[in-house]
């Protein structure tokens, strides 16, 4: 990962500047710059991973254009060798090196032409005005908020805006900023045409689009690992990767020291795959140790990612501390695509396809929130196959039919499209256990417990009552939300909401968002 930063006027202190871009450093170690554009100020925290020689540092500069971006760009080596054939040169091996010159050729059309997830920020040197973008789900994180001249700021995280601007806001996916005015170039959701091919075809693209995205990602010039949960999705990236790594590939998983699930499957799968396997187990008191520092770096309350975001936080600072690995593969985005648990309850096709659109249209306030934060605040970067665009667009448009639950395993589209050599059976037809359960049943147990022991009940409804937005329900809920009004105080509005199951369905009217609530959680657990 990346940190990158823009104050788009001039008149700006370079010091309150400073202040705030070096809250996320961790996000960039390797080199740190901040330019005066002119009209401005622009940063970047480095972590090298593409062209790692000095001249692969931002922000780049075209004829008095600077542009910083916190990204990967695939296929940049096609899109260099075009832009060659019309003039341009290039100083490094650097994939963010075309956005300048893909600026100078198409305008704002450029975004919707990229094969990348991303976020930018370009100072156009010709009209002196600000553009920024982010990729069509978010992977990479981009905010915003204006200061009180009105002047809108950008950065990586909320936390560089906190003391800048008085409301922080994250700059919406698939969207570009230009002349004060937010503009979708691409919308993941919106199905041109739907697919009715036979479950045969549909498993083979599947398949076929999964493990390119796979291909793409295992592209580096630094040290690539992987976490392996022992579920499903994490299971199959790393399954795909071995496959077409030279070397073993080096795998991660964590657990509780009593009763950690997923070990046993990680396990499994990596003696499958041959794998160099590495186990982090962790205990209730690091878990406790650990929820103030994940709340404050996640910038949100909501439980699900804050429970989930303990395990994963705590094998990438062990994975920072005891390897040389610079990128991780994870398996985030399937469950959107092909169903939680809770989705097996969906009343309808057309119900699991708008469920599906609303959970991609939000990832970047969860999942994707959770697995940027805990791999970037240990200066690693994130790279999410299931998020291949190709990938997500074609899943989308498969009819929604196909897709709901009626062979009696969910997400069977995905297991069937990898019958064969993989992974074994046991794994790939393992029903689905939420990580910050199969971390350990424990660890959110001792969570709730610490939680009930923080207030008594009659402080429980009094706080409670005071926050209007997202208003807690539960005391770990209440714990949550008062950690982080610590670190971003009245910015609860950047994340909309509690992620949970669709309450409006019948089996979904819970209290925790948790699968162990839900009736059909089964052998999940085991």
Known sequence: MCS?????????????????????????????????????LLGFHRLAIMGLHPEGMQPFELDGSFAVCNGEIYGFEKIKEELRTKGYAFKSESDCEVLL???????TDMFAMLDAEFALIIFDGRTKEYIAARDPIGIRPLFYGYDKNGVIVFASEAKNLVGIAEKIMPFPPGHYYKGGAFVCYRDMTRTVKVCCDSIDEVCKNIREKLIAGVEKRLVADAKVGFLLSGGLDSSLVCSIAAKKSEKPIKTFAIGMSGDAIDLRYAKKVADHIGSEHTEVIISEKDVIAALEPVIALLGTFDITTIRASIGMYLVCKYIHGNTDIRVLLTGEISDELFGYKYTDFAPSA???????????????????LRADRCISVNSLEARVPFGDLDFVEYVMSVDPKMKLNKYGKGKYLLRRAFEGDYLPQEILYREKAAFSDAVGHSMVDYLKEYAEKYYTESEFIEKKEKYTHARPFTKESLLYREIFEKYYPGQSQMIADFWMPNKSWEGCDVNDPSARVLSNYGASGE
């Open 101 to 107: 010159p893909m600026y100078g050729e198409y305008g």
């Open 4 to 40: 990158i930063m823009g104050y788009c006027s001039s008149g700006v202190s370079f010091d309150v500047f400073k202040k705030g871009f070096d809250k996320t450093v961790s996000r960039g170690p390797d080199d740190s710059k901040i330019i005066d554009t002119g009209s401005g």
């Open 350 to 368: 057309e119900a699991f396809q708008e469920e599906a659109c609303k959970r991609i249209r939000e990832l970047y306030m969860y999942d994707v």
